[in-house]
């Protein structure tokens, strides 16, 4: 009872013309910045920022939220349109989305995104809400270990992610692995594969290498394929899913919401799990796995929902510890103490306006992204009309533009490039570059937590299956072994291989 | 791909290459970790997860190599080198010229050459789709985002700063995303009578 | 046709524009104050605050860049080398202009040699905070506690070259205790890690840390100034709690390119001064747990001063203690 009391309060708050106002501008310039390839977040709330100065706090970080889930709807739409993850969540989504747009059926996968993702992020809020606190508490129970136990895991689910051979998928794996440890070494600043390159010290972003191996290298196969490259050449059979299509999605969009708000409440690198873990889960268990990867309705829902129900309950550990899990929240906790906010356990109490003012504002901002979304969808669609041949310049432009935002560097342009060369290379060699962007998200965090476990063991390589110490890492290392085994085993192999006879 | 294998004659020169290409990679990793320790206090160091996956690439990669020489497989397939040329060159020229000459004198080059890729290049056409994309965002990402994006040559720097007040930036995307739209509706008159 | 004609009046506008600019005195354009740090840590928070206060005194926005990378070496490095007109600056720190010569051997810049020093913008004091079960009470306890479990003790720090990463290198030095150090990818997961009892302790700037202490999710044991801190004021100084030689603050402060025209500097200077002093400005700055200079140490000379004898504190002992 005391919940709803609260989030009435929440509502009373969230739902003064100025916040609501806010709200909107959030979301839609979320909405924009994630629509346009490259762009960030992180960067677009940081140029915001001398605007909320002159906003109270709690309205200054209902536009600054609105901007983060706004972004996470806007990435998508990029990922199916064209096939350019903005981000690492929006990775699988391209996988299915965008062969979804080449059947015609952008818009199906527009709005299923978009009502997926609404209903996640309204029971990812409500979990916020209700569950914050005890949340936390689960959260803090993964040490270094089990992160690490959990990055293993999601490495073995990415095999999942290529259609084609596992041997060549794995190999991807191991690409991304390796391409993650590019940079300066965390414990002893050593330099590592930067050829003594400055702007190489930070690593590779994931931005850079995302649209080279995506967007690049995919306007480059387009080229060559003259006739089938016009992305819509096909008739769009309809804007809107059908019956049909909502009952093939709507389970799916449940397991995502689910797997999703458990996922994001992880700060060291759950929510990075979210989409690509749903994927996984949809193609495991689906009775077709062989339509993923052509434009399976449910690979697009499920990740999607389970995506956007992280975005939300990524907030808990901000909320509740005042600890930032990623970078874009890093920002509002700027933003936070810019307005004399001192982040920390004690906000829920010390101030309730900001807390429930903001969990509420987080639905209404979901409500407001499905209802500016939906009747995008045809205008969206209609973009993919232009000709391929304006398309294309213009795609590379934004990137161009987005990649040399990140970091105000023009180096990384360049290798935005390379990557695209490298990215065409690939594909041209039969690899799949999904496992291998993913494999680069986890490693990061992968190698982090490795090097911390072993540091607090003190160099014992069994702790992350000493029971008694980490029964979480344990009992994820055994099911990472057993779906290790299950994707490897040649039994399997032969089954997919019949599976994919017909390519 | 990963079809038949009908037994040891048959060939598949995308393998054999792919493999060859990760073996590559996988072994000047290897080269450039060298310096680095490879085991350390606690049995990991710098140098112990770069070499750990470039040896794993290497093996995978030699695998798939040899692998391809028992089986039969696709062929690589011709390049598309006016495009690799094209398209990365017009990058490459963007990154080099925002600093020197800003977002309003690279846009066009850059837009001119990405599109010298389509073998249907229309030289007006893309003239002046360049410049309407180099205003578009140049009014999109340095005014309305607020983006520290060079605009004009660093000496006649008028780049707006990010005091534009939300006011404005809000007026200047209505009357930014007034004119896409416009633009749209023309470009895209016939098709709008045509779709759903 | 309109429309054409309407650009072409914008345009020519634009250029009378840049034609009257270029007439007047300086800052006739925005200035770019480079930050080379990512948005929302705590100099990043610090450059914003003074940036805005500066942008009212120059009548021209002071733009944040932020060039994050390698320490803040890398947005430092473009800094020094644009050009010495005044239009770009940038907000310098502990780490890129007192300790980086120690951790990068490679270092583009002379940290003392290649910057025309600005002035202080605030520093924000070393806090050192323990887990909150961590079976000590006070500093003294802590420091016996830590030589005693030497072997088994672990510290966080949010990685090579960060404010905690190299003071509490310091710290441990003055203990003379060898714990074995976790790295961290920045401030968050580490403080995290810490509220949970996954590690024992850690060193980090007060606005990171207060919340925290504060809630008692973490427990502070002492703060590296001669004076207690408004925003912690539970927590004993170093003076207080037995270790008075570890006096640390993350100080941030502003520089511009060698060789700035004298006139363009003192301009900078002024706006400088003036957004530290003034009232709204030191209370929001304080609110972080800064500590703010007064206009004699926010001058140059005294900039000067610090970075030099930041470089003969950090540069041997991390030369010492950080392979490379």
């Not at chain 1, 940081?46 to 970080?61: V, W």
């Not at chain 2, 794993?56 to 690799?84: D, M, P, Q, T, Y």
Request: hydrophobic residues 50%.
């Amino acid at each position: 009872m005391e919940l709803i009391a609260n989030l009435g309060h929440g509502f009373a708050i969230a739902v003064t013309p100025t916040n609501i106002l806010l709200c909107l501008i959030g979301a839609l310039v979320g909405t924009l910045i994630g629509v346009l390839p490259g762009i960030g977040p992180i960067a677009t709330i940081a140029m915001l920022l001398p605007i909320t100065y002159k906003l109270d706090p709690t309205g200054a970080l209902i536009m600054l939220a609105g901007i983060y889930y706004g972004a996470q709807y806007g990435g998508s739409t990029t990922a199916i349109l064209v096939n350019l993850p903005g981000e690492s969540s929006s990775v699988v989504t391209a996988i299915d989305g965008h062969q979804m747009a080449k059947k015609g059926k952008a818009g199906t996968a527009l709005a299923i995104a978009a009502i997926g993702s609404f209903i996640a992020g309204t029971f990812g809020t409500i979990l916020v809400a209700a569950l914050g606190k005890p949340l936390t508490q689960v959260a803090q129970a993964f040490g270094p270990a089990d992160y690490f136990s959990l990055m293993v895991l999601g490495l073995v689910c990415a095999i999942v992610l290529a259609s084609g051979s596992v041997l060549k998928a794995i190999a991807m794996i191991f690409l991304g692995l390796l391409l993650s440890t590019v940079g300066t070494d965390l414990e002893t600043g050593e330099q590592r594969m930067t050829f003594g390159y400055l702007p190489l010290a930070d690593g590779i972003e994931f931005v850079t290498l995302a649209m080279g191996m995506f967007g690049f290298a995919e306007i480059l196969r387009n080229l060559e394929a003259q006739s089938s490259r016009d992305i819509v050449s096909q008739k769009v059979t309809n804007l809107m899913p059908t019956r049909d299509d909502l009952k093939e999605a709507a389970p799916a969009v449940a397991r995502g919401t689910l797997l999703g708000s458990i996922l994001g409440i992880l700060p060291g690198g759950g929510a990075v799990l979210a989409a690509f873990g749903a994927y996984t889960l949809e193609k495991k268990i689906s009775k077709k796995p062989q339509e993923f990867g052509k434009g399976a309705i449910r690979g697009v829902a499920g990740p999607e929902s389970a995506n956007n129900a992280a975005a939300q309950t990524s907030f808990i550990p901000l909320l509740t510890l005042g600890i930032p899990p990623n970078a874009v929240m890093a920002v509002m906790v700027g933003a936070m103490t810019i307005h004399g906010i001192v982040p920390g356990p004690q906000i829920m109490t010390k101030q309730p306006d900001l807390f429930w003012g903001l969990i509420a504002s987080m639905w209404i901002g979901n409500l407001m992204l499905v209802i500016i979304n939906l009747p995008l969808v045809g205008l969206w669609v209609r973009l993919l009309r232009v000709p391929y041949r304006m398309l294309f310049p213009a795609i590379l432009f934004f990137c161009a533009i987005g990649v040399y935002s990140i970091n105000n560097q023009p180096f990384d342009v360049v290798l935005t490039a390379f990557f695209g060369l490298t990215g065409y290379l690939l594909i041209k060699l039969g690899f799949e570059p999904a496992p291998m962007l993913v494999a680069f998200v986890l490693g990061k965090i992968m190698e982090e937590k490795l090097r911390q476990a072993m540091l607090l063991s003190r160099g014992d390589p069994f702790t992350f299956v000493n029971f008694d110490r980490h029964p979480i890492s344990t009992v994820l290392i055994i099911v990472s072994a057993v779906l290790l085994i299950l994707a490897i085993t040649p039994a399997l192999r032969k089954k997919r291989n019949e599976v994919f006879v017909e390519d | 791909m990963d079809t038949k294998r009908p037994g040891g004659a048959a060939r598949s020169p995308q393998d054999i290459f792919g493999g060859l290409f990760l073996v590559a990679i996988a072994v000047l990793a290897l080269y450039l970790v060298n310096h680095l320790p490879a085991s350390g206090r606690v049995g990991f160091a710098s140098g112990t997860a770069p070499r750990l996956f470039a040896y794993g690439l290497l093996a995978l990669g030699a695998w798939i190599a040899i692998a391809g020489f028992f089986k039969e497989g696709v062929s690589i397939g011709a390049f598309n080198w006016r495009g690799l040329f094209t398209i990365l060159g017009s990058v490459v020229l963007f990154a080099v010229g925002i600093r020197y000459v800003g977002l309003a004198l690279i846009g066009v080059p850059m837009v001119m050459l990405a599109s010298l890729a389509d073998h249907e290049f229309k030289a007006e056409e893309a003239l002046y789709f360049g410049v309407g994309m180099t205003a578009f965002c140049g009014l999109l990402f340095p005014t309305i985002l607020g983006q520290p994006i060079p605009l004009w040559p660093p000496f006649l720097d008028m780049t707006p700063g990010k005091s534009t007040g939300l006011i404005v930036r809000f007026a200047a995307g209505a009357v930014v995303l007034a004119a896409a739209v416009y633009v749209a509706r023309q470009a895209l008159g016939n098709s709008k009578r045509k779709g759903s | 046709m309109s429309f054409t004609r309407r650009i072409l009046m914008v345009g020519t506008a634009m250029a009378l524009g840049i034609a009257g600019a270029m007439a007047q005195a300086f800052p006739t354009k925005p200035i770019t104050m480079i930050v080379p740090f990512a948005a929302g840590g705590p100099t990043d928070t610090i450059a914003r605050i003074v940036g805005e206060h500066m942008s009212r005194t120059l009548g021209q926005t002071v733009v944040i860049e932020n060039v994050a990378g390698a320490g803040g070496t890398t947005g430092i490095t473009r800094a020094a080398r644009s050009a010495a007109d005044g239009y770009t600056i940038m907000m310098g720190h502990m780490g890129t202009h007192g300790a980086a010569p120690g951790l990068y051997p490679k270092l583009a810049y002379d940290p003392q040699k290649d910057f025309t020093p600005i002035g202080l913008a605030a520093g924000t004091p070393i806090v050192i905070v323990t887990r909150k079960d961590l079976p000590v009470k006070d500093l003294k306890e802590f420091m016996e506690y830590a030589k005693k479990n030497e072997k088994t003790i672990n510290q966080a720090h949010a990685g090579s070259g960060s404010v905690s990463h190299i003071t509490c290198i310091l710290l441990n030095e003055m203990m003379k205790v060898d714990p074995t150090p976790i790295p961290y990818q920045g401030t968050g997961p580490a403080l995290n890690d810490l509220v949970s009892g996954k590690v024992d302790y850690m060193c980090d700037q007060i606005v990171s840390v207060q919340g925290q202490v504060a809630g008692g999710g973490v427990r502070g044991l002492a703060i590296a100034t001669p004076s207690r801190s408004p925003s912690l004021p539970n927590v004993p100084t170093t003076l207080e709690a037995g270790l008075s030689m570890f006096q640390v603050s993350a100080w941030n402060a502003v520089f511009a390119p060698k060789d700035i025209p004298a006139d363009v500097a003192k301009k900078l200077q002024d706006a400088l001064v003036k957004a530290v002093t003034d009232p709204a400005t030191k209370t929001k700055l304080e609110g972080l747990g800064g500590v703010v200079p007064d206009a004699q140490r926010a001058s140059p000379e005294a900039l000067a001063t610090l970075v030099k004898t930041e470089n003969d504190r950090w540069v041997p002992l991390l030369s010492r203690k950080v392979k490379q």
